[in-house]
């Protein structure tokens, strides 16, 4: 199956904390929280601008931990859009965030 949501950070290059979550089901926009349509959702990755392949740098949770930890914002966001409260739809948000996830400084920006 393929994955339902697509994530797009809205900053790019020297300017990412300057940008915003834009998630689509289906097409069809979501409305995250507050807290977290501005900021980094805290996945896994390699962040730093400078080596991005040293895993000295890894930072951030892997995917069973995050959904466990963001479970309850989430939830709210999937029954607010009328999305199915299922593993695989949890996973798949994941999925679709984690490659344009971002933190503070891996841009090399405001260095």
């Known amino acids: 199956m393929e994955n339902p949501f697509q994530a797009k950070w809205t900053a790019e290059g020297n300017t990412l904390c300057l940008g915003h979550w834009e998630i689509h089901y289906l097409g069809l926009p979501l409305a995250l929280p507050n807290a977290q349509?501005?900021?980094?959702m805290g996945t896994d990755g390699i962040y730093n601008f400078m080596d991005p392949d040293d895993e000295i740098f890894r930072?951030?949770?892997?995917?069973?931990?995050?959904?466990?930890?963001?479970?309850?914002?989430?939830?709210d966001v999937f029954q607010q859009h009328n999305i199915e409260l299922d593993e695989q739809n949890f996973r798949f948000f994941y999925q679709a965030v984690n490659p344009q996830d971002w933190r503070c400084g891996s841009c090399g920006g405001c260095m």
């Open 37 to 40: 349509l501005d900021a980094d």
């Open 59 to 75: 930072e951030g949770l892997g995917e069973d931990d995050w959904i466990l930890a963001n479970m309850d914002w989430l939830a």
